[in-house]
Nanobody, 123 residues
Framework: QVHVVESGGGLVQAGGSLRLSCAAS?????MAWFRQVPGKEREFVAT????????HYADAVKGRFTISRDNAEYTVYLQMNSLKPEDTAVYYC???????????????????WGLGTQVTVSS
């Protein structure tokens, strides 16, 4: 069974940067980051294929966020630059350990989720 644990959230001013980390273990097909604000559905942010390293991003973060992985350390990172107040959310790390043919942007593709880390961007 895979377990994922996020870290690295915090408070930053608009235009600043943060890096989130996600430690995982076990067999993985994809790792992803989602975010959620109260009253809204969980939103896809970025994903990375574990073997090939192919990445996908939500339009809202393209050019500002970068997802990367360290296979040896079983760790995924989300480098967030040029942060905006609308990036404020709880960020969740998720792992696809089954490999079902579901689009990578959909939460139901991922079967193991972390507890989330708060990111707050002040204006």
């Amino acid at each position: 069974q895979v377990h994922v644990v996020e870290s690295g959230g915090g408070l930053v001013q608009a235009g600043g940067s943060l890096r989130l980390s996600c430690a995982a273990s076990g067999r993985i097909y994809y790792m992803a980051w989602f975010r959620q604000v109260p009253g809204k559905e969980r939103e896809f942010v970025a994903t990375i294929g574990w073997s090939g390293g192919i990445t996908h991003y939500a339009d809202a973060v393209k050019g500002r966020f970068t997802i990367s992985r360290d296979n040896a350390e079983y760790t995924v990172y989300l480098q967030m630059n040029s942060l905006k107040p609308e990036d404020t959310a709880v960020y969740y790390c998720a792992a696809d350990t089954v490999g079902r043919p579901i689009p990578v942007s959909m939460p139901r593709k991922y079967d193991d989720w972390g507890l989330g880390t708060q990111v707050t961007v002040s204006s």
